[in-house]
């Protein structure tokens, strides 16, 4: 095996490493004898670096990809190498994640495009042999050194584009989960004012008749976590079509497919009456509450005019204020799980989940909250109050007026949303008066999430009009 530091003399390391340091505002610790001194990376016995890279600002919002080149690789330490690109931006990569990312036929499956190399048998102190860049074909060659197994060396090529896509989820500061989905519409925050204007709403036809409608609705409904469709029929079961637009419908213990209807004799559930609901998430007692609820209006007459309106809060928006102004209270509601239970029939359900989840980095990724269902608090005696704080003060920015949106679901409208983002509610209506009828259904957020991604793949966000470019939306992150 050829070590790294005889690919390149000390001195064209050293100049190497000044430049990329210069370009990216790095900083570079010899780890080996004196720190700092740039004549001494490189020195011949030396082959540990400490890197320090600047602090990126990460971002959320994907950029049609557009053709990029790498421009230089450079050795950065036993671990891993530095990729420059033509637009000026660098990622590190390190060599285990770039084997074990290896492309050929013999690591991946050409059909199933699953993986047949065994990862966790790749030596854990391995280092490319030699590495260089394929002008041509506008990627990063790699030879492996022989493995003690087949006695071969081992070939690897990567696109250039893949590696740029790649890169700064492997040299980030934190792992984005939130990243991983490769859906590239930009997620808007939204209050009354901002919702009224650009609220998604499509025609039924449209969402059942074409892919480019159907990608509207998704977009939008990603977008806002909220979209409204208008016109179906007034059928029953039209909710289960309209979810199978996206993929296939979740049961739930409620069944496939619920009917939302005052039962004035034996509701078994607050939502089985004419009671107003207050603003919340479904199904938080369950391990995994569904991403996406779809509800169908087949009757609403006979409502005076505050009468049976529904209510929706992008609790997104709330809880991303709640951080602004009263941190201490974001930290209690993103740390200290609740308990949610619910009795159904003879099945008791049971999960602690918090009511504002956060990515390792910080990103808000769900919220579950619901008062009619949360147990009693399992919390440290210091907690207690704090919590109770907290939780008033996120409630009271959701019941403000300025964070609803509120109206009244006509016959035929379908409205769906993010079953984890956006609150929902509704008004209390006399159900000896008015005849309210709604039929839902939940579907998976992963398989919204890849519907909409393979409609975005066939590149139908080209034609796509609906509200997701505005510019007095307040974009995530
Ligand atoms: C529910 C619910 C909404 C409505 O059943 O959980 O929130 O408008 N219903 O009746
Ligand atoms: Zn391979
Ligand atoms: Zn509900």
Redesign the pocket.
Not at 179 to 192: A, C, F, G, Q
Not at 245 to 273: C, M, W
Not at 417 to 429: A, Q
Not at 452 to 474: A, F, K, P, W
């Given at each position: 095996m050829i070590p790294l530091r005889r690919l390149l003399s000390p001195r064209s390391l050293t100049s190497l490493y000044q430049r990329f340091c210069a370009r990216t505002q790095a900083s570079l610790t010899c780890l080996h004898n004196e720190p700092s001194l740039p004549s001494q990376l490189g020195a011949p016995n030396c082959r540990s670096f400490l890197y320090t890279p600047t602090c990126r600002k990460s971002t959320n919002v994907k950029v049609k990809e557009v053709e990029i080149s790498l421009e230089e690789a450079l050795p950065l330490s036993q671990d891993s190498m530095k990729l420059i690109w033509n637009d000026g931006s660098d990622h590190i990569f390190n060599y285990l994640w770039l084997r074990d990312n290896c492309k050929c036929s013999l690591c991946v499956d050409r059909k199933s495009k699953q993986k047949l190399l065994d990862t966790p048998a790749i030596p854990l102190n391995l280092m490319p042999e030699v590495f260089e860049i394929n002008q041509e074909d506008n990627s990063l060659n790699v030879t492996w050194p022989a493995s003690q197994q087949s006695g071969e060396r081992h070939f690897s090529q990567y696109d250039s584009n893949w590696l740029h896509r790649h890169g700064c989820r492997v040299s980030d500061q934190y792992f984005h989960p939130h990243k991983h989905t490769d859906v590239s519409s930009p997620i808007h925050l939204w209050n009354r004012d901002i919702i009224e204007k650009h609220l998604p709403t499509i025609e039924y036809r449209d969402v059942m008749g074409s892919d480019e409608g159907l990608f509207r609705w998704l977009s939008g409904l990603y977008g806002y976590g909220v979209a409204l469709i208008k016109n179906a029929p007034v059928e029953e079961e039209t909710v289960l079509s309209v979810g199978q637009r996206i993929s296939y419908v979740k049961e739930t213990n409620y069944g496939v497919l619920?009917d939302?209807v005052a039962l004035p004799q034996n509701a078994e559930?607050l939502?089985y009456t004419g009671d107003g609901?207050p603003h919340?998430t479904?199904l938080n007692y369950k391990e995994k509450s569904p991403g996406v609820q779809i509800?169908h209006c087949l009757h609403s007459s006979g409502a005076e005019p505050e009468e049976?309106l529904?209510l929706f809060v992008d609790g997104f928006y709330v809880a991303e204020s709640l951080r602004k102004q009263n941190y201490a209270a974001f930290q209690v509601l993103s740390s200290v799980p609740v308990e949610f239970k619910v009795a159904y029939k003879e099945n008791t359900y049971k999960h602690h989940v918090q009511i504002i989840c956060l990515d390792n980095s910080g990103h808000m990724e769900e919220i579950h909250i619901n008062n009619r269902t949360m147990g009693p608090l399992h919390a440290p005696l210091h907690l207690v109050k704090l919590f109770y704080s907290a939780y008033k003060s996120l409630t009271n920015k959701i019941r403000e007026e300025s964070s609803e949106l509120k109206f009244q679901?006509q016959q035929g409208d379908v409205v769906a949303f993010n079953n984890r983002r956006v609150l929902?509610?509704?008004t209390g209506y006399n159900p000896r008066t008015v005849h309210?009828h709604?039929q839902?259904c939940y579907i998976e957020y992963d398989e919204f999430l890849s519907k909409l991604q393979s409609l975005e793949n066939r590149s139908l966000s080209i034609h796509s009009t609906t509200g997701v470019s505005n510019s007095d939306s307040i974009l995530y992150p």
């Amino acid at each position: 095996m050829i070590p790294l530091r005889r690919l390149l003399s000390p001195r064209s390391l050293t100049s190497l490493y000044q430049r990329f340091c210069a370009r990216t505002q790095a900083s570079l610790t010899c780890l080996h004898n004196e720190p700092s001194l740039p004549s001494q990376l490189g020195a011949p016995n030396c082959r540990s670096f400490l890197y320090t890279p600047t602090c990126r600002k990460s971002t959320n919002v994907k950029v049609k990809e557009v053709e990029i080149s790498l421009e230089e690789a450079l050795p950065l330490s036993q671990d891993s190498m530095k990729l420059i690109w033509n637009d000026g931006s660098d990622h590190i990569f390190n060599y285990l994640w770039l084997r074990d990312n290896c492309k050929c036929s013999l690591c991946v499956d050409r059909k199933s495009k699953q993986k047949l190399l065994d990862t966790p048998a790749i030596p854990l102190n391995l280092m490319p042999e030699v590495f260089e860049i394929n002008q041509e074909d506008n990627s990063l060659n790699v030879t492996w050194p022989a493995s003690q197994q087949s006695g071969e060396r081992h070939f690897s090529q990567y696109d250039s584009n893949w590696l740029h896509r790649h890169g700064c989820r492997v040299s980030d500061q934190y792992f984005h989960p939130h990243k991983h989905t490769d859906v590239s519409s930009p997620i808007h925050l939204w209050n009354r004012d901002i919702i009224e204007k650009h609220l998604p709403t499509i025609e039924y036809r449209d969402v059942m008749g074409s892919d480019e409608g159907l990608f509207r609705w998704l977009s939008g409904l990603y977008g806002y976590g909220v979209a409204l469709i208008k016109n179906a029929p007034v059928e029953e079961e039209t909710v289960l079509s309209v979810g199978q637009r996206i993929s296939y419908v979740k049961e739930t213990n409620y069944g496939v497919l619920f009917d939302v209807v005052a039962l004035p004799q034996n509701a078994e559930h607050l939502a089985y009456t004419g009671d107003g609901l207050p603003h919340h998430t479904d199904l938080n007692y369950k391990e995994k509450s569904p991403g996406v609820q779809i509800l169908h209006c087949l009757h609403s007459s006979g409502a005076e005019p505050e009468e049976g309106l529904s209510l929706f809060v992008d609790g997104f928006y709330v809880a991303e204020s709640l951080r602004k102004q009263n941190y201490a209270a974001f930290q209690v509601l993103s740390s200290v799980p609740v308990e949610f239970k619910v009795a159904y029939k003879e099945n008791t359900y049971k999960h602690h989940v918090q009511i504002i989840c956060l990515d390792n980095s910080g990103h808000m990724e769900e919220i579950h909250i619901n008062n009619r269902t949360m147990g009693p608090l399992h919390a440290p005696l210091h907690l207690v109050k704090l919590f109770y704080s907290a939780y008033k003060s996120l409630t009271n920015k959701i019941r403000e007026e300025s964070s609803e949106l509120k109206f009244q679901l006509q016959q035929g409208d379908v409205v769906a949303f993010n079953n984890r983002r956006v609150l929902h509610g509704r008004t209390g209506y006399n159900p000896r008066t008015v005849h309210r009828h709604l039929q839902g259904c939940y579907i998976e957020y992963d398989e919204f999430l890849s519907k909409l991604q393979s409609l975005e793949n066939r590149s139908l966000s080209i034609h796509s009009t609906t509200g997701v470019s505005n510019s007095d939306s307040i974009l995530y992150p």
